[in-house]
């Protein structure tokens, strides 16, 4: 069975950068079928979309991210990480990490979260 | 952006009621929608993809359906294992975007 873990600091400073892994165990990432995905979570708020790394290595950021943010795979040690720089107290969240899987539906591919991190809870605070 | 306006925000309901979601896309996304469900203090659950196909290992009563840019999931007897988050989502294009989520409380 697949799992995927989050790790890293908890707590980071303003205008510092934020550095995430996720681990992934139980199965492969070099799996075409699949791509790689981070989301997050204000305290009491709903979810966002940060940004996904595809299998073929393309990469999607969110817009509102501007240029903070970058993800990379590592398919032989089946993680993946996240680096948000400069971040403020905004950046509080729990960030989840998430497999991306593609599904063929009356003929036309849908992608959709299937596997999802517990989540990892990080404070920007100084 | 796409936005995916969700409704209500919040909803009381109790045990065996039928209760229905609904999600708004502000352009036409065809069926490219999911949803998940989110327990307090958990990672999301796939629920629903592609609008109306019930990911494996979910309870039928939980379905999906679409109508132009208006989805809805319904739940058809509300379980006590039911009452959570439940968000939206778009997969038609990046940014993939989330509903603001409804809160499902028991009445």
């Known amino acids: 069975q697949l799992q995927l873990q989050e790790s890293g600091p908890g707590l980071v400073k303003p205008s510092e950068t934020l550095s995430l892994t996720c681990t992934v165990s139980?199965?492969?990432?070099?799996?075409?079928?699949?791509?790689w995905g981070w989301i997050r979570q204000p305290p009491g708020k709903g979810l966002e979309w940060m940004g996904t790394i595809y299998y073929s290595g393309s990469t999607y950021y969110n817009p509102s991210l501007d240029s903070r943010l970058s993800v990379s795979i590592d398919t032989s040690e089946t993680q993946f990480s996240l680096k948000l720089t400069s971040v403020t107290a905004a950046d509080t969240a729990v960030y989840f990490c998430?497999?991306?899987?593609?599904?063929?539906?009356?003929?036309?591919?849908?992608?959709?979260?299937?596997?999802w991190g517990q989540g990892k809870m990080v404070t920007v605070s100084s | 952006d796409i936005q995916m306006t969700q409704s209500p925000s919040s909803l009381s309901a109790s045990v065996g009621d039928r209760v229905t979601i609904t999600c708004r896309a502000s352009?036409?996304?065809?069926?490219?929608v999911n949803w998940y469900q989110q327990r307090p203090g958990k990672a999301p659950n796939l629920l629903i993809y592609?609008?109306?196909t019930l990911q494996s290992g979910v309870p039928s009563r939980f379905s999906g359906s679409a109508s132009g840019t208006l989805f809805t999931l319904t739940i058809s007897s509300l379980q006590p294992e039911d009452f959570a988050t439940y968000y939206c989502?778009?997969?038609?294009?990046?940014?993939?975007?989330f509903g603001q989520g409804t809160r499902l409380d028991i009445k």
């Open positions: 139980g199965g492969s990432m070099s799996d075409s079928a699949y791509s």
């Open positions: 989502q778009q997969s038609y294009t990046t940014p993939n975007t």
């Open positions: 592609a609008a109306s």
């Open positions: 352009r036409t996304i065809s069926n490219y």
């Open positions: 998430a497999r991306l899987s593609y599904y063929n539906n009356g003929g036309f591919s849908v992608d959709c979260f299937d596997m």
